[in-house]
């Protein structure tokens, strides 16, 4: 970590972007929505079959073959929450990601800022509203 000071300001150039794939990243929220979508699209056709195995299918085992068939039906639609999660998940890294690469965008036009500061003089500031670093020569 670097310490802040005017005598290594050289130093602060601020850290660069996350290496983050979002090309990458996108693609396995499309394919965890794919497989959501895909295993939800199996419910009908799933309720379906065994509605047709139930029938003229009597006695204890016909209650045993009902009773897995409603729990298959449950847990089918818990894998296909639990892939929409992840693509969930994956959309909040990337916008965390997002976040990141902006604060330290702006941390490395501070540092910028302070470099041209010393060498006009002047303080450097935030802009209060848009956040971007203001100085001088270094105002937008």
């Known amino acids: 970590m ?3 000071s005017t005598s290594n300001i050289d130093a602060l150039k601020g850290m660069s972007n996350v290496e983050f794939d979002f090309g990458v ?6 394919a965890f929505r794919a497989a959501a979508a895909k295993v939800s ?3 009908g056709s799933r309720a379906g079959w065994r509605s047709t ?19 298959q039906l449950a847990d089918l639609d818990e894998v296909a ?11 909040q890294l990337e916008q965390v990601a997002r976040e990141e690469n902006q604060r330290r965008q702006v941390a490395r036009e501070w540092a910028r800022c302070e470099r ?3 060498a006009v003089g002047g303080p450097a ?6 956040g971007h670093v203001v100085v001088g020569p270094c105002e937008q």
């Open 25 to 30: 990243s996108s693609a396995v929220k499309a």
């Open 81 to 91: 929450d639990q892939l929409r999660e992840v693509a969930t998940k994956v959309e």
């Open 125 to 130: 500031r935030l802009h209060a509203s848009t």
């Open 53 to 71: 195995g139930l029938t003229d299918f009597k006695g204890h085992f016909s209650e045993v073959f009902r009773a897995n068939g409603q729990i």
């Open 2 to 4: 670097v310490g802040v």
């Open 41 to 43: 699209g199996q419910r």
């Open 116 to 118: 041209k500061r010393d």
